[in-house]
């Protein structure tokens, strides 16, 4: 079975830093595009950053501050979180799809929740002011 665990959230006061983890289990992890979303309450989810085969994506709103990074031999994404202020705080979820994704599908339709196969549970960032 394909399963994806996202875990490393908690309550952190504004400007500090996180570091979230995605493991992967299931499928040959090299061939898949993960990517993290997040969703605060009443807002719709949101694609904020993807590695695929190396290459690295991020939402603008995230850029400077989030950084995504992988270790394929331990199957496991990171999203590193710096500078974190009230507005990070949301269920942050990790996500694969069995697709190799560029810079324009990015922008385009691969930050969408829809392009997405498997999901991880999630995990909840609360920054507190």
């Known amino acids: 079975d394909v399963q994806l665990q996202a875990s490393g959230g908690g309550l952190v006061q504004a400007g500090g830093s996180l570091k979230l983890s995605c493991v992967a289990s299931g499928f040959t992890f090299d061939d898949y595009a993960i990517t993290w979303f997040r969703q605060a309450p009443g807002k719709e989810r949101e694609g904020v950053s993807c590695?695929?085969?190396?290459?690295?994506y991020y939402a603008d709103s995230v850029k400077g501050r989030f950084t995504i990074s992988s270790d394929n031999a331990k199957n496991t994404v990171y999203l590193q979180i710096n500078s974190l202020t009230p507005e990070d705080t949301a269920v942050y979820y990790c996500?694969?799809?069995?697709?190799?994704?560029?810079?324009?599908?990015?922008?385009?339709?691969?930050?969408?929740?829809?392009?997405?196969?498997?999901w991880g549970q999630g995990t909840k960032v609360t920054v507190s002011s």
């Open positions: 996500a694969a799809v069995r697709r190799s994704i560029s810079s324009n599908s990015w922008y385009h339709k691969a930050s969408s929740p829809d392009f997405y196969t498997y």
């Open positions: 590695i695929s085969e190396g290459r690295t």
